[in-house]
């Protein structure tokens, strides 16, 4: 893990100051919806959980307004009802973020915990938020298996844990092995479950759940 990020905390504060860009679309979306989130979004999960999923960054209209990971867009309920279906959440997902829902055994963070505008992060912004992964990551004592969804998760959580992207290249479906700070952890990829992906097929739900399938024989493992 890279050590010069390791006394990071595990969540960007809320008024986190680092990526300017970031922060004056924050701001201006703090003006323009008051009602809303706005602001870096944190994890939502089991801390003592074996996976952990990883997504790229948030929606404008998901978890930047909802204040929870893949909340309130399509991505959310594809992810959401897979998880359901694998037994890892306790409870029904709906929509919103105040319902009655647990994750079981799972967790699930974000390369970059902050809306970037146009849903196209930079590669400084991603570099920069990089310290949170590394430190949530640090603090799950049980971590096993991770999902990356999509190749910025990838390429981040791969760089998160000291190895090359160039060495374990994104492909959905792929399965890499690579060493957390719990020690052994395997890597998946998928394609992020966005209504984009799925509209075009490049991502079906029979894909999705062949992942987690692969990822449920691990964690039997």
């Not at 809306?115 to 920069?128: D, F, M, R, S, W």
């Not at 092995?177 to 991502?203: K, M, Q």
Request: net charge positive.
């Amino acid at each position: 893990m890279p050590k010069a990020m390791a006394a990071a905390p595990a969540e960007a504060p809320l008024d986190c100051p680092l990526c300017p860009r970031l922060v004056k679309f924050r701001q201006a979306n703090q003006r323009a919806r008051p009602d809303w989130f706005n602001a870096p979004v944190p994890w939502f999960g089991d801390t003592s959980g074996r996976l952990l999923s990883v997504g790229p960054a948030h929606g404008l209209q998901g978890a930047n307004r909802t204040g929870r990971p893949f909340t309130g867009d399509y991505a959310g309920d594809l992810l959401y009802s897979t998880l359901a279906k694998f037994g890892l959440s306790i409870g029904t997902f709906i929509s919103g973020s105040d319902e009655e829902l647990a994750l079981r055994d799972t967790l699930i963070s974000s390369a970059l915990r902050c809306v970037p505008p146009e849903n196209k992060p930079t590669g400084a912004e991603i570099v920069t938020c990089r310290q949170f992964l590394i430190s949530r990551m640090a603090q799950l004592p049980n971590l096993r298996v991770i999902l990356a969804l999509g190749r910025i998760a990838h390429d981040s959580t791969v760089r998160a844990l000291d190895g090359r992207p160039s060495t374990a290249v994104f492909g959905h479906g792929r399965r890499h092995t690579l060493t957390s700070p719990a020690g052994p952890a395997v890597l998946h990829d998928s394609y992020h479950c966005t209504r984009y992906n799925t509209n075009t097929g490049r991502l079906t739900v029979e894909m999705f759940h062949s992942v987690f399938a692969a990822i449920a024989k691990d964690l039997e493992g």
